[in-house]
């Protein structure tokens, strides 16, 4: 009995839509349901939202619960929330300064790292040294901000030697521009 009941109503239902649509205009309202559905999960989302201080899903959040500012040789070093080469000052520099017989490269890219002792955000300038040989140690990557090549003042992976006097890479230093 029951069964007859929902043939009915499939057959009402069909009927209707088949006096009121023509099989085309059918298939097209499917298929656009179709592609619909599966472009769902690419909207972007709020993961701040999401989260609500749970736990950090950025990479600058976790590097920014994990920062610190005693070690400057450590890849977790505060400035270095976007850096990524080899540590200046694990190559004879310092964290803003390059190593006897490099020199800075006239050119940079930024990224804004929060300093845990005083929990303010700082801009700080990543500026490669150049003309020696790659230094080697505290191969380091940071990832805070990072955007893709097309955004190049924002992009850690390029060799920042350009217009120096050589464009072999050594080292990267961070130095602090201001308050961001």
């Known amino acids: 009995m029951i069964g007859k009941g929902i043939d009915r109503i499939g057959e009402r239902l069909s009927r209707r839509a088949a006096s009121s649509l023509s099989r085309r205009s059918f298939l097209a ?9 599966a472009l769902v999960p690419a909207l972007p989302m709020s993961r701040k939202a999401h989260a609500q201080g749970v736990t950090p899903t950025t990479p600058g959040e976790i590097f920014a619960r994990e920062a610190q500012t005693d070690d400057p040789t450590a890849c977790n070093y505060w400035r270095y929330c976007a850096s990524d080469g080899y540590l200046c000052s694990c190559c004879g520099g310092g964290p803003a300064t390059c190593p006897p017989g490099s020199t800075p490269s006239p050119t940079s890219w ?14 700080i300038a990543y500026r490669d040294c150049c003309g020696k040989d790659s230094c080697a140690k505290c191969a380091c990557l940071g990832l805070e901000g990072e955007m893709p090549v097309y955004r190049p003042q924002l992009n850690n992976d390029i060799i920042w030697c350009f217009g120096a006097s050589s464009m072999v890479y050594h080292c990267s230093s961070a130095a602090i521009i201001g308050p961001a």
């Open 29 to 37: 309202k499917v298929g656009s349901s179709l592609v619909a559905t």
């Open 110 to 123: 930024v990224g804004s790292c929060i300093n845990p002792d005083d929990n303010k955000t700082y801009l």
